[in-house]
């Protein structure tokens, strides 16, 4: 009985660690998705920034076509970011997707070993009575 259990209990901890390393893998890219999404948020509020700055500096006509001019670039820049950003977002949805199934995963192979436990324990403990 013992020995069945030691088992299960060298069986589960493989699992827990090999679901520890996912989950890991799992933070290490959410922390770049993170990385990544802060970089985009960051030069979008420049590209904010520098229209501002280009309407506030725009006082007399001859300023106008200058002020055209570097609001179309900045839209241009922006517009190039469209690709990055249905990326992350893509990104995204897939790691709350493995998130999700990680932990399903783990629940599923924790309650099975515990189920796993209690059946031992139960069946010992009819041995013991019988």
Known sequence: MIT???NQTTVLRKVLKSRRDLLQAVGQKWT??????????????GA?????KAALNTDRCEHVARAAAS???LWEKHQA??????????????LIVEDQANAS????????????VRILLRADKMKMKG
């Open 71 to 73: 609001i179309a670039q």
């Open 32 to 45: 770049q998705f993170q990385d990544h999404q802060q970089d985009l948020a960051t030069k979008l509020l």
């Open 81 to 94: 970011t469209q690709a990055d950003k249905e990326r992350l977002h893509e990104e995204g949805r897939q």
């Open 105 to 116: 995963q783990i629940q599923v192979s924790s309650s099975s070993c515990c189920y796993s």
């Open 48 to 52: 904010q920034e520098a229209i501002q």
């Open 4 to 6: 069945v259990i030691e």
